[in-house]
C-alpha cells in the first residue's frame, strides 16, 4: 500500500511539473535590426545619349568572411566576429552592385546597368573584389573600413583598361552597430565617388 501511495505521489508530481511548465509563457522572439545601404546620386545630370557606351556593372566577389548579411566587426587583428541583434538587408555586395550603375549612370557618360554578365550586349564590364568590409575596434573611436578592387576592361578589345584598389576609413559617431551603419553608408558615397572618377578618367575615346 505504501508503495503504491509513492507512486501515485510520483505520478501527481509529474503532472503538476508538466502543467506548469505548459503555463509559463513563451520568451518573445530576439528582435533583429536590418539595415541598408544607400547613396543618393547629385541632382541635374543629363541622361546618358543612346550613343553612350554601355557599361556592365557585375556583383562584386566578396572575400572570405564578407559574403554574408552579418554586419562584421574586428576587435583584434585577423579576428572577424558579427554583430548578432543587427544585420544588413542583404549581403553588402549585392547592395553595391545596383548604387554603383545608379552612380554611374548619373554622369551621362555611360548606360550602366547591373545585371548578370552574357544576358545583354555591353562595350564595357566594371568588375570588382570586395576584399574588406568591416567595423575596426582597434582603433579608437572605431572606425568603417572598406577595401575594394576594380578592374574595367573593354568587351570589345577584349582587354583591360585600368584597375585601382580602393581603401577607405570613415570614423564612427558610436561604438555600435548603428554607429558602424552610419559610417558604412558615408564611405560607401565616397567609394561610388572614386569608382565614377575611375570610370570617367578611362573611358575609351
Known sequence: MATLVKKFAVLIGLVCSVAGC???SKPDPVAIDQYLLEYQTAGGKDAAGSDAPVLLVTIPRAHGGYDTAGIAYMQQAYGLRYYTRSRWAD??????APLVADAIQATGRF?????????????????MELIRFHQDFTRQPSEMHITLRALLI???ENKVIASQQFDLSEPAEADDAYGGVVA???AV?????????????????
Open 22 to 24: 505548459s503555463m509559463l
Open 91 to 96: 549581403t553588402p555586395v549585392r547592395m553595391l
Open 111 to 127: 548606360q550602366a546597368l547591373y545585371t548578370t554578365p552574357g544576358s545583354i550586349t555591353a562595350d564595357m564590364r566594371l568588375d
Open 154 to 156: 573593354d568587351l570589345q
Open 184 to 186: 558604412a553608408n558615408r
Open 189 to 205: 558615397g565616397r567609394l561610388l565617388d572614386d569608382l565614377t572618377r575611375f570610370c570617367l578618367a578611362n573611358q575609351p575615346r
